[in-house]
Protein backbone atom coordinates (compact mmCIF):
# COMPACT_ATOMS: atom_id res chain seq x y z
CA UNK A 1 0.00 0.00 0.00
CA UNK A 2 1.13 2.99 -1.04
CA UNK A 3 2.34 5.88 1.89
CA UNK A 4 0.90 9.64 1.06
CA UNK A 5 3.66 12.46 0.94
CA UNK A 6 1.35 13.98 4.21
CA UNK A 7 1.97 11.06 5.79
CA UNK A 8 6.07 10.51 4.44
CA UNK A 9 6.34 14.34 5.78
CA UNK A 10 5.36 13.71 9.51
CA UNK A 11 8.34 10.75 9.88
CA UNK A 12 10.97 13.87 9.68
CA UNK A 13 8.72 17.34 10.11
CA UNK A 14 6.34 18.09 13.00
CA UNK A 15 3.03 18.89 11.01
CA UNK A 16 0.89 21.84 12.19
CA UNK A 17 -2.58 22.91 10.71
CA UNK A 18 -2.53 26.35 9.72
CA UNK A 19 -6.45 26.67 10.46
CA UNK A 20 -8.97 27.62 12.66
CA UNK A 21 -10.77 25.40 11.30
CA UNK A 22 -11.80 22.25 13.82
CA UNK A 23 -13.47 20.20 10.48
CA UNK A 24 -9.38 20.15 9.15
CA UNK A 25 -7.60 19.19 11.89
CA UNK A 26 -9.52 15.97 12.68
CA UNK A 27 -9.22 14.82 8.82
CA UNK A 28 -5.28 15.18 8.63
CA UNK A 29 -4.36 14.52 12.18
CA UNK A 30 -1.42 17.99 12.77
CA UNK A 31 0.24 17.29 16.08
CA UNK A 32 -0.11 20.83 16.75
CA UNK A 33 -2.29 23.60 15.65
CA UNK A 34 -1.64 27.52 15.02
CA UNK A 35 -4.02 29.91 14.62
CA UNK A 36 -3.98 34.07 14.00
CA UNK A 37 -6.38 36.86 14.12
CA UNK A 38 -7.31 36.16 10.78
CA UNK A 39 -7.91 32.96 10.60
CA UNK A 40 -10.37 32.95 14.21
CA UNK A 41 -12.19 35.92 12.31
CA UNK A 42 -12.55 33.60 9.27
CA UNK A 43 -13.63 30.56 12.17
CA UNK A 44 -15.72 33.40 13.90
CA UNK A 45 -18.00 34.16 10.94
CA UNK A 46 -19.13 30.56 10.30
CA UNK A 47 -22.31 29.18 11.44
CA UNK A 48 -20.97 26.10 13.17
CA UNK A 49 -18.30 28.76 14.78
CA UNK A 50 -20.79 30.87 15.89
CA UNK A 51 -21.51 29.09 18.95
CA UNK A 52 -18.18 29.88 20.75
CA UNK A 53 -18.13 33.54 20.23
CA UNK A 54 -21.69 34.02 21.86
CA UNK A 55 -20.50 32.17 24.85
CA UNK A 56 -17.57 34.41 25.03
CA UNK A 57 -20.18 37.12 25.10
CA UNK A 58 -22.72 35.77 26.97
CA UNK A 59 -20.45 34.79 29.91
CA UNK A 60 -18.39 38.38 30.18
CA UNK A 61 -21.75 40.29 29.65
CA UNK A 62 -22.77 40.49 32.66
CA UNK A 63 -19.77 41.56 34.42
CA UNK A 64 -18.77 44.36 35.51
CA UNK A 65 -16.22 45.08 32.85
CA UNK A 66 -17.07 47.87 30.53
CA UNK A 67 -15.91 49.67 27.43
CA UNK A 68 -12.63 48.58 26.05
CA UNK A 69 -11.98 46.67 29.11
CA UNK A 70 -14.74 44.52 28.62
CA UNK A 71 -14.07 44.16 24.30
CA UNK A 72 -10.41 43.18 25.65
CA UNK A 73 -11.68 40.46 28.16
CA UNK A 74 -14.48 38.92 25.40
CA UNK A 75 -11.97 38.81 22.64
CA UNK A 76 -9.25 36.82 25.19
CA UNK A 77 -11.61 34.79 25.84
CA UNK A 78 -13.12 34.04 21.80
CA UNK A 79 -9.24 32.90 21.89
CA UNK A 80 -9.22 30.86 24.54
CA UNK A 81 -11.97 28.96 23.73
CA UNK A 82 -10.97 28.63 19.95
CA UNK A 83 -7.57 27.04 21.62
CA UNK A 84 -9.63 24.65 24.13
CA UNK A 85 -11.71 23.33 21.16
CA UNK A 86 -8.67 22.67 19.56
CA UNK A 87 -6.73 20.60 22.56
CA UNK A 88 -9.30 17.97 22.13
CA UNK A 89 -8.57 17.98 18.77
CA UNK A 90 -4.48 17.66 18.73
CA UNK A 91 -1.92 16.03 20.96
CA UNK A 92 0.73 18.40 21.20
CA UNK A 93 0.33 22.49 21.13
CA UNK A 94 -1.95 25.06 19.76
CA UNK A 95 -0.45 28.66 19.20
CA UNK A 96 -2.83 31.79 20.73
CA UNK A 97 -1.40 35.07 19.14
CA UNK A 98 -1.46 38.03 21.47
CA UNK A 99 -3.42 41.62 20.08
CA UNK A 100 -0.80 42.42 17.07
CA UNK A 101 -1.64 46.52 18.61
CA UNK A 102 0.58 45.34 21.10
CA UNK A 103 3.62 44.67 18.57
CA UNK A 104 5.48 47.52 20.06
CA UNK A 105 4.86 46.78 23.11
CA UNK A 106 7.21 44.78 25.88
CA UNK A 107 5.29 45.12 29.07
CA UNK A 108 1.65 44.62 27.32
CA UNK A 109 2.89 41.65 25.40
CA UNK A 110 4.12 40.14 28.45
CA UNK A 111 0.88 40.73 30.48
CA UNK A 112 -1.64 40.02 27.67
CA UNK A 113 0.64 36.18 27.38
CA UNK A 114 0.40 36.20 31.49
CA UNK A 115 -3.51 36.68 31.02
CA UNK A 116 -4.01 34.14 28.41
CA UNK A 117 -1.52 31.21 29.84
CA UNK A 118 -3.75 31.60 33.28
CA UNK A 119 -6.74 31.08 31.45
CA UNK A 120 -5.51 27.85 29.84
CA UNK A 121 -4.12 27.07 33.24
CA UNK A 122 -7.84 27.59 34.40
CA UNK A 123 -9.21 25.66 32.06
CA UNK A 124 -7.17 22.55 32.98
CA UNK A 125 -4.42 22.59 31.05
CA UNK A 126 -0.61 23.02 31.60
CA UNK A 127 1.62 26.06 29.71
CA UNK A 128 3.79 23.38 28.06
CA UNK A 129 1.35 23.21 25.64
CA UNK A 130 0.32 26.88 24.86
CA UNK A 131 2.48 28.78 22.48
CA UNK A 132 2.16 32.54 22.43
CA UNK A 133 2.08 34.33 19.45
CA UNK A 134 4.18 37.25 19.11
CA UNK A 135 5.60 39.11 15.95
CA UNK A 136 9.23 39.51 15.44
CA UNK A 137 9.63 43.07 16.26
CA UNK A 138 12.44 43.74 18.94
CA UNK A 139 10.13 44.34 21.57
CA UNK A 140 7.96 41.54 20.69
CA UNK A 141 11.48 39.43 20.83
CA UNK A 142 12.35 41.04 24.08
CA UNK A 143 8.84 39.90 25.81
CA UNK A 144 9.23 36.42 24.74
CA UNK A 145 12.69 36.74 26.45
CA UNK A 146 11.34 37.40 29.77
CA UNK A 147 8.31 34.65 29.27
CA UNK A 148 11.03 32.16 28.92
CA UNK A 149 12.25 32.96 32.66
CA UNK A 150 8.07 31.92 33.50
CA UNK A 151 8.31 28.89 31.56
CA UNK A 152 5.58 30.49 29.02
CA UNK A 153 6.40 29.37 25.64
CA UNK A 154 6.40 31.70 22.18
CA UNK A 155 6.10 31.64 19.16
CA UNK A 156 7.77 34.35 17.44
CA UNK A 157 5.46 35.54 14.11
CA UNK A 158 6.12 37.96 11.58
CA UNK A 159 9.65 36.43 10.42
CA UNK A 160 10.67 37.35 7.48
CA UNK A 161 14.75 37.96 7.92
CA UNK A 162 17.72 36.17 8.97
CA UNK A 163 18.63 38.80 11.45
CA UNK A 164 15.06 38.43 13.53
CA UNK A 165 15.82 34.77 13.66
CA UNK A 166 19.52 35.15 14.90
CA UNK A 167 17.57 38.05 17.58
CA UNK A 168 15.03 34.97 18.67
CA UNK A 169 17.69 32.36 19.19
CA UNK A 170 19.73 34.28 21.47
CA UNK A 171 16.52 34.96 23.11
CA UNK A 172 16.07 31.67 23.99
CA UNK A 173 12.48 32.08 21.97
CA UNK A 174 10.84 28.52 21.58
CA UNK A 175 9.51 28.78 18.11
CA UNK A 176 9.99 31.10 15.31
CA UNK A 177 7.48 30.96 12.19
CA UNK A 178 9.50 32.46 8.88
CA UNK A 179 7.05 33.20 6.53
CA UNK A 180 7.84 31.24 3.45
CA UNK A 181 4.85 32.74 0.78
CA UNK A 182 5.33 35.82 1.81
CA UNK A 183 8.70 36.30 1.26
CA UNK A 184 7.81 34.75 -2.57
CA UNK A 185 5.37 37.19 -2.90
CA UNK A 186 7.50 40.60 -2.60
CA UNK A 187 10.50 38.96 -4.70
CA UNK A 188 8.00 38.26 -7.09
CA UNK A 189 6.38 41.44 -7.03
CA UNK A 190 9.57 43.18 -6.96
CA UNK A 191 11.52 41.41 -9.84
CA UNK A 192 8.80 40.15 -11.75
CA UNK A 193 9.95 36.91 -12.15
CA UNK A 194 8.71 33.35 -10.56
CA UNK A 195 10.46 31.21 -8.65
CA UNK A 196 10.53 27.54 -8.10
CA UNK A 197 11.64 24.99 -5.38
CA UNK A 198 15.16 25.54 -4.79
CA UNK A 199 14.88 29.28 -5.82
CA UNK A 200 12.64 29.62 -4.02
CA UNK A 201 13.30 32.69 -1.47
CA UNK A 202 11.01 32.02 1.22
CA UNK A 203 12.98 28.99 0.82
CA UNK A 204 16.43 30.29 0.76
CA UNK A 205 15.54 32.41 3.79
CA UNK A 206 14.06 29.00 5.91
CA UNK A 207 16.63 27.42 4.87
CA UNK A 208 19.15 29.42 6.22
CA UNK A 209 17.77 29.82 9.16
CA UNK A 210 17.56 26.59 9.74
CA UNK A 211 21.46 25.50 9.09
CA UNK A 212 22.39 28.36 11.38
CA UNK A 213 20.64 27.11 14.54
CA UNK A 214 21.92 23.53 13.96
CA UNK A 215 25.16 24.51 13.53
CA UNK A 216 25.62 26.45 16.17
CA UNK A 217 23.31 23.95 18.80
CA UNK A 218 20.25 26.74 19.11
CA UNK A 219 16.95 24.97 20.82
CA UNK A 220 15.08 27.18 19.30
CA UNK A 221 12.51 25.45 16.77
CA UNK A 222 12.08 26.58 12.73
CA UNK A 223 7.91 26.15 12.09
CA UNK A 224 8.26 27.08 8.08
CA UNK A 225 4.57 29.00 7.48
CA UNK A 226 2.46 30.76 4.83
CA UNK A 227 2.88 28.47 1.92
CA UNK A 228 1.83 29.48 -1.59
CA UNK A 229 2.65 26.07 -2.97
CA UNK A 230 3.22 22.41 -2.29
CA UNK A 231 7.07 23.03 -3.82
CA UNK A 232 7.71 25.09 -1.24
CA UNK A 233 6.77 22.26 1.67
CA UNK A 234 8.35 19.24 -0.50
CA UNK A 235 11.72 21.77 0.04
CA UNK A 236 11.48 22.30 3.17
CA UNK A 237 11.07 18.54 4.40
CA UNK A 238 13.06 17.82 7.38
CA UNK A 239 12.42 21.15 9.09
CA UNK A 240 11.63 21.38 12.42
CA UNK A 241 7.52 21.88 12.00
CA UNK A 242 5.89 22.76 8.79
CA UNK A 243 2.17 24.53 9.38
CA UNK A 244 0.50 24.38 6.69
CA UNK A 245 -3.16 25.31 4.93
CA UNK A 246 -5.95 22.35 4.84
CA UNK A 247 -6.19 22.59 1.41
CA UNK A 248 -1.94 22.24 0.85
CA UNK A 249 -2.58 19.34 3.56
CA UNK A 250 -5.39 18.17 0.95
CA UNK A 251 -2.62 18.01 -1.64
CA UNK A 252 -0.04 16.33 0.41
CA UNK A 253 -3.16 13.66 1.09
CA UNK A 254 -3.73 13.15 -2.15
CA UNK A 255 -0.59 12.55 -3.76
CA UNK A 256 1.91 9.24 -2.83
CA UNK A 257 5.13 10.55 -5.15
CA UNK A 258 8.38 9.84 -2.99
CA UNK A 259 9.07 12.83 -0.39
CA UNK A 260 12.55 12.93 1.17
CA UNK A 261 14.06 15.24 3.97
CA UNK A 262 16.12 18.35 2.25
CA UNK A 263 17.12 19.49 5.85
CA UNK A 264 18.88 17.66 8.09
CA UNK A 265 21.35 18.63 11.26
CA UNK A 266 24.27 16.52 9.95
CA UNK A 267 23.64 18.58 6.50
CA UNK A 268 23.23 22.00 8.54
CA UNK A 269 27.00 21.12 10.61
CA UNK A 270 28.66 21.37 7.63
CA UNK A 271 27.18 24.71 6.47
CA UNK A 272 29.86 27.96 6.34
CA UNK A 273 27.45 30.40 7.84
CA UNK A 274 29.27 32.89 10.30
CA UNK A 275 28.18 33.28 13.88
CA UNK A 276 25.88 36.89 14.41
CA UNK A 277 25.37 38.82 17.54
CA UNK A 278 22.50 41.47 17.82
CA UNK A 279 22.07 44.08 19.80
CA UNK A 280 18.93 46.47 19.73
CA UNK A 281 20.94 48.72 17.18
CA UNK A 282 22.38 46.08 15.09
CA UNK A 283 19.41 44.70 14.90
CA UNK A 284 17.07 47.91 14.01
CA UNK A 285 19.70 48.43 11.58
CA UNK A 286 20.23 44.66 9.59
CA UNK A 287 16.17 44.76 9.95
CA UNK A 288 15.67 48.53 7.95
CA UNK A 289 18.48 47.52 5.25
CA UNK A 290 16.30 44.08 4.26
CA UNK A 291 13.50 45.99 2.62
CA UNK A 292 11.63 42.35 2.17
CA UNK A 293 11.08 42.28 5.96
CA UNK A 294 10.66 45.87 6.60
CA UNK A 295 7.36 45.83 4.64
CA UNK A 296 5.90 42.39 5.36
CA UNK A 297 6.52 43.03 8.89
CA UNK A 298 4.95 46.03 9.40
CA UNK A 299 2.01 44.96 6.63
CA UNK A 300 1.50 41.76 8.58
CA UNK A 301 1.16 43.67 11.56
CA UNK A 302 -1.99 46.06 10.25
CA UNK A 303 -3.44 43.36 8.43
CA UNK A 304 -3.87 41.14 12.30
CA UNK A 305 -4.84 44.51 13.90
CA UNK A 306 -7.07 45.07 11.00
CA UNK A 307 -8.47 41.44 11.24
CA UNK A 308 -8.98 42.42 15.41
CA UNK A 309 -11.28 45.48 14.55
CA UNK A 310 -13.35 43.64 12.77
CA UNK A 311 -13.71 41.01 15.28
CA UNK A 312 -14.33 43.59 17.55
CA UNK A 313 -16.87 44.98 15.34
CA UNK A 314 -18.68 41.31 15.23
CA UNK A 315 -18.50 41.47 19.49
CA UNK A 316 -19.80 44.95 19.55
CA UNK A 317 -22.84 43.57 17.71
CA UNK A 318 -23.40 40.56 20.01
CA UNK A 319 -22.61 43.02 22.91
CA UNK A 320 -25.52 45.14 22.13
Not at 20 to 30: A, L, W
Not at 76 to 95: H, N, Y
Not at 257 to 264: E, H, N, R
Request: net charge negative; aromatic share 6%; hydrophobic share 45%.
Amino acid sequence: MSTSQLDQLKQFTTVVADTGDFESMQIYQPRDATTNPSLILQAATKPQYRPLVEQAVTELKTSALAGSALMAAVLDRILVLFGLEILKLIPGRVSTEVDARLSFDTAGTVAKARHLIGAYEAAGHSRERILIKVASTWEGIKAAEILAKDAIRCNLTLLFSFAQAVACAEAGVQLISPFVGRILDWHKAATGKDFQGEDDPGVQSVRAIYNYYKKFGYRTEVMGASFRNKGEILALAGCDLLTISPTLLGELQACDDPLVAQLTPAAAAQSDCPRMHLDEKAFRFALNEDAMATEKTAQGIRNFAADIVKLEALVSTMLA
